[in-house]
């Protein structure tokens, strides 16, 4: 399903799920609680500041998508997501989805421990089996949710992404290993010419030692 989510709308999407789970009491959210939540500094990658105006923004375009919900009666307006239920996923791949907006690109053992308080997976291998369902899924059901990225130059497993805001530039991802693997390179040169440096400067030294002297 591509619902091409700005990155606003993502994380107020991701903000319900989670203050959902971890703070039912307060659920659902007001429009000041949603932006305390979407521009919070932990647990959250890249840290944002949305103004209020902005979020309702974001809120209205989910809410024409049927992703929030709006409740009425009181006197203050507020909002409950949907998630699941459009997109027709469990609550444990909603878990996923939610620290996938909120943090960005993630390995199965930080989505672990990044979901253990919207859910307790049992090991890494649980998450793993949801993610490889969410990007599995038929056309038929909207399509994958999620994609695995190549892994890039010095890490030992691969990281995750959500698919709701569109596909994922892997160009983007290239780039920044190609930055990565290059910025090695530099180092290790400059490390080499330095060690030159202070080996010819050596040399120079004990050969002014054995120069006669006037």
Known sequence: MDLRLSLP?????????????????????????LAAGCNQKNNRDPVL?????EIQVAVDALKRRSLVIESSGARVTRYAHNLGRVLRVPSQAEALLAVLML?????AGELRIGAE???????ISSVEAFL??????PD??????????????????SRWAHLLS????????????????ADGEV???????????????ELRAAFAALQPKA
């Open 132 to 137: 490889e369902e969410l990007a599995t899924r």
């Open 103 to 107: 943090r960005g690109p993630q390995t």
């Open 187 to 201: 180092a290790a040169l400059r490390a080499e010419v330095g060690a030159l440096r202070a080996e010819v400067a």
């Open 49 to 53: 500041e949305l103004s209020e105006s």
């Open 117 to 123: 308080r919207l859910h307790r997976f049992a090991d």
């Open 140 to 157: 038929a059901q909207g399509g994958a949710l999620v994609v695995k990225l190549p892994r890039r130059p010095g890490e030992r497993e």
């Open 166 to 181: 569109g596909p994922v530039e892997a160009g983007v991802e290239a780039a920044e290993a190609s930055t990565g693997a």
């Open 9 to 33: 709308e993502a994380r107020v999407l991701g903000v319900l799920v989670e203050k959902e789970r971890t703070v039912p009491d307060t659920y659902p959210l007001s429009l000041n609680a």
